[in-house]
């Protein structure tokens, strides 16, 4: 199977020796997830590991979605990790069965969901989820009416290629974020090579070429725009 390094490994699952999740359990957090969370992602067609959840479009991009606890005290405290992962850039990095294990960092956005104002410990902390044990109702209910009206039809929207190129050219505080895979000319290159205009994308690549010297992703997109337009 073809592998390339796409970089490191970022907000990986932690495995064992024969590949299956390592999960500690997190009261608070997981009393959160059983009540509140699970149900809402499983019904908008997310697959569950450990904390980790997972929603593949019909191309094959994914998004991945990970609650990861911080740290211990009077208040449970998490992040929710998300990554979007178009199908190009997975089959890129992983070969053809790339989402039997994809990688983190293979992500064109890799970021937190955004903390309501009202919700935060303190103004800076934008991204850091704590609660309360006896708020766990009250945090539970608030954090499923993000998910079903906010956070699961965004995360949708952006494995949709233009959506996604959309959010990347008009980024929101939680888009800036975050980072990505590559930069943003072989970010639209990738985004654009299949349906977009052929002549915007060899400008791209043009482009790119003169800033990604001897970038073996520039090769694979050119090759991929000759067999789509029937040149080889």
């Not at 073809?2 to 495995?15: A, F, K, Q, S, W």
């Not at 979605?65 to 992040?79: E, I, L, M, N, Y």
């Not at 800076?124 to 309360?132: D, G, N, P």
């Not at 109702?137 to 954090?143: C, D, M, T, V």
Request: net charge negative.
């Amino acid at each position: 199977m073809r592998y390339v390094d796409c970089g490191y490994r970022m907000l990986g699952t932690d495995r064992d020796a024969e590949g299956r999740v390592r999960v500690s359990v997190t009261p608070g957090l997981d009393d959160l997830l059983r009540d509140y969370v699970i149900s809402v992602m499983s019904s908008a067609g997310f697959r569950r590991s450990g904390r980790t959840f997972t929603y593949a479009a019909e191309d094959g991009g994914l998004v991945m979605v990970k609650f990861a606890p911080w740290s211990s005290g009077d208040k449970v405290k998490f992040h929710i990790d998300y990554v979007i992962i178009p199908a190009i850039i997975g089959e890129y990095c992983g070969g053809a069965e790339w989402s039997r294990r994809p990688e983190w960092a293979w992500g064109v956005l890799i970021t937190r969901l955004e903390v309501p104002e009202d919700l935060r410990d303190k103004e800076y902390l934008t991204s850091l989820w704590s609660f309360r044990p006896s708020d766990l109702e009250s945090i539970g209910k608030r954090l499923q009416r993000i998910l079903e009206s906010e956070a699961i039809p965004r995360w949708r929207s952006f494995l949709d290629p233009q959506g996604l190129l959309d959010a990347l050219r008009n980024p929101t505080s939680e888009i800036r974020g975050g980072s990505r895979h590559g930069g943003p000319l072989m970010t639209e290159a990738f985004l654009t090579v299949d349906d977009g205009d052929a002549k915007s994308v060899e400008r791209l690549l043009d482009e790119a070429e003169e800033t990604y010297v001897e970038d073996k992703r520039i090769d694979w997109l050119r090759e991929r725009l000759r067999r789509r337009l029937g040149q080889n």
